[in-house]
């Protein structure tokens, strides 16, 4: 079983930066593809990057391409989601979970163990 925790929310203005963390508990975070999704209030959690076990494979959603990078360092066990450019409709509670499919899927029914979520704001 994985524990996860996400970490690095926070309010910012359009155009800015932001760098979520997903720190792991556990000896097999090094086995799992990861993904990290996004809620907005009123609205359905939606996929936003996935990354597969060594890092060596990503998916973004048209959304964020070219915004954001997912990373991971496993021997941190934490994977990263780095949010450039950011947007008034980035605006959500972010989550990062464990991929079951290892196809770096988009969708939610797909994925494990959700850690609580960080909230990112951003004002315009």
């Known amino acids: 079983q994985v524990q996860l925790v996400e970490s690095g929310g926070g309010l910012v203005q359009a155009g800015g930066s932001l760098r979520l963390s997903c720190a792991a508990s556990?000896?097999?975070?090094?086995?799992?593809?990861m993904g990290w999704f996004r809620q907005a209030p009123g609205k359905e959690r939606e996929f936003v990057a996935a990354?597969?076990?060594?890092?060596?494979?990503?998916y973004y959603a048209d959304s964020v391409k070219g915004r954001f990078t997912i990373s991971r360092d496993n021997a941190k066990n934490t994977m990263y989601l780095q949010m450039n450019s950011l947007k008034p409709e980035d605006t959500a509670v972010y989550y990062c979970?464990?991929?079951?499919?290892?196809?770096?899927?988009?969708?939610?029914?797909?994925?494990?163990?959700w850690g609580q979520g960080t909230q990112v704001t951003v004002s315009s």
């Open positions: 979970a464990v991929d079951r499919s290892g196809l770096l899927s988009g969708r939610v029914h797909e994925y494990d163990y």
């Open positions: 556990g000896r097999t975070f090094r086995n799992y593809a």
């Open positions: 990354i597969n076990w060594s890092g060596s494979r990503v």
